[in-house]
C-alpha cells in the first residue's frame, strides 16, 4: 500500500473551481481599471479641446492661420505631455500582462487535466456497479437542478425508485428561489410543519426564520415588527432570550441601525448564510446529502486526477498495485467518513480490515485481531478481558 504524505505542488489543482473564479474576477477589476484610465484621457483630451477652442473664440480675428497653427500646435503638445506624466498606456499594459498572465497559468493547469489518459491509472471494482443506485443519484442531480423533464425521463426508463417524489424537489426550489428574493413566508410554513423533526436535529432555523422576519419589519414599521414579536418570541424565550432582548432593544435605534450594537445583523450577506442552513436543514431533516452525490463525485475526480496520475507513474516503476485511493483529497465537503487507526497495529482501517468492536468497549482492526486470537479467544490488549473471537462486531464507519 502506497501512502505518500508529501504534496505534488506541482499537480496541485485542488482550488480550480476558485482559480476560475478568481480569473473572472480579475478580468472585471482589469475592465474597471482600464475603463477608469481611459475615461481619465478622454478627459484630458476634452478638456485641452475647450482650452484651444476657448482661446481662438477669445482672441478670434486677431490671430492669423500661422498664429492659430501654432497655437494647436502648443495644446496638442500640451496633450501629448499630459498622456506622457499619466503613463496611462503603461498602465493598461500592465494591467492587461498581469491578467494574460493568470489566464495562461489557468489554460496550462486546464491542458494537464483535459490530456489526462485516465484508463491508464484507473482501478476496476471487483463488484459490479449497481445500476439503480446510478439510476437514482442521476435522477436526483437533474431534480435538484431543476430540469424535471430529464429526471423524469431516466426514472420512467429505469423505473428507479427515489427516497423522495418530485414534489420534494419542487418545493424545495420554490422556497430556496423566495428566500433568495427575501420572502421568508414559505420558509418559516416549512419549518413550522418540521418543527419536530427540526428539534431532533438541535437546529435553530425556526427562530432565525422569525428573527430574519422581525428585522425585516422593524425597518419598515416598528409597530408592526412589536406586534410579530409578541406573536413569536414569546415560543422562544426558554432557549433564546438573550438574543430576544437584543432584537427588541434594536428599537431604541429603529432610527439609525447602522450606530447601533446590533448593525451585524442588519447585513446583506447574512441572507447567503439563511439560505444555506436552510438547504442543508432540508436536506438533512430527510437523511439526504446536502450537495448532489454526481456532482461531489465529479468534484473529487476531478480534483484527484492530477495527483492520481503521478502516484501512478511512481507506482509503475516499483511495480507496485493499489486497490484503494493512495492520496488525500483536501476538502472537507468530501470527508464523509471518520477515518479509524488501529491501536495495536497502527494501521488505518479499510474494506478489507474494517475495525472491530470488542465485547469490553475497545475497537481495534480485524487484522490485528485475528494475530492476537489464541484457541477462538482472544484478550483485550487494553484491559484484562477475554472473549471470543466470533463475539467481536464489525463497525461501519
Known amino acids: 500500500k502506497y501512502r505518500k504524505k ?117 482501478v476496476t471494482s471487483e463488484k459490479p456497479l449497481n445500476n439503480d443506485i446510478i439510476y437514482q443519484i442521476l435522477t436526483d442531480h437533474y431534480y435538484r437542478k431543476n430540469l424535471y423533464d430529464i429526471g423524469d425521463s431516466i426514472k420512467q426508463k429505469t423505473n428507479c425508485q427515489l427516497i423522495e417524489n418530485v414534489d420534494f424537489y419542487q418545493k424545495y426550489q420554490m422556497i430556496i428561489s423566495q428566500l433568495q428574493q427575501q420572502e421568508l413566508e414559505s420558509a418559516i410554513s416549512w419549518a413550522e410543519e418540521n418543527q419536530e423533526k427540526l428539534k431532533e436535529n438541535e437546529n435553530e432555523l425556526l427562530f432565525k426564520l422569525h428573527k430574519f422576519k ?90 484527484a486526477l492530477p495527483q492520481l496520475q503521478k502516484v501512478s507513474s511512481i507506482l509503475k516503476t516499483k511495480a507496485t498495485e493499489w486497490k484503494e485511493l493512495p492520496v488525500q483529497i483536501e476538502g472537507k465537503e468530501f470527508k464523509n467518513h ?18 472491530m468492536l470488542l465485547q469490553c468497549g475497545h475497537v481495534i482492526t480485524k487484522n490485528s485481531l485475528e494475530r492476537l486470537a489464541r484457541l477462538a479467544k482472544v484478550k483485550c490488549p487494553y ?7 466470533t463475539l467481536a462486531k464489525k463497525i461501519n464507519f
Open 6 to 122: 508529501k504534496r505534488f505542488v506541482n499537480w496541485k489543482m485542488n482550488n480550480f473551481a476558485k482559480e476560475i473564479e478568481s480569473v473572472a474576477k480579475k478580468q472585471k477589476l482589469t475592465s474597471v481599471k482600464i475603463s477608469k484610465t481611459i475615461d481619465g484621457l478622454v478627459a484630458s483630451l476634452q478638456k485641452c479641446k475647450q482650452e484651444y477652442t476657448q482661446k481662438i473664440i477669445d482672441k478670434e480675428g486677431e490671430n492669423s492661420e500661422v498664429q492659430q497653427h501654432e497655437h494647436s500646435t502648443t495644446v496638442i503638445a500640451d496633450f501629448n505631455k499630459r498622456v506622457r506624466d499619466s503613463e496611462c498606456i503603461k498602465k493598461v499594459l500592465a494591467e492587461h500582462e498581469d491578467y494574460n498572465l493568470q489566464v495562461n497559468k489557468l489554460n496550462k493547469k486546464a491542458l494537464k487535466i483535459s490530456n489526462l489518459q485516465i484508463e491508464e491509472f484507473s
Open 214 to 303: 422581525y428585522l425585516q419589519l422593524i425597518q419598515i414599521d416598528t409597530s408592526e415588527a412589536v406586534k410579530y414579536a409578541k406573536k413569536v418570541f414569546p415560543n422562544f424565550t426558554n432557549t433564546h432570550l438573550k438574543d430576544i432582548r437584543g432584537l427588541m432593544c434594536c428599537l431604541l435605534f429603529a432610527k439609525n441601525f447602522s450606530l447601533s450594537p446590533y448593525k451585524n445583523w442588519f447585513k446583506e450577506e447574512n441572507w447567503i448564510e439563511l439560505v444555506t442552513e436552510f438547504e442543508n436543514c432540508y436536506f438533512a431533516i430527510n437523511r439526504l446529502p446536502t450537495d448532489s452525490p454526481l456532482q461531489n463525485s465529479f468534484n473529487a475526480g476531478f480534483i
Open 338 to 355: 471518520s477515518i479509524f487507526v488501529c491501536p495495536v497495529s497502527r494501521e488505518i482501517a479499510n474494506i478489507e480490515n474494517p475495525p
Open 383 to 389: 484491559c484484562p478481558h477475554e472473549q471470543l473471537v
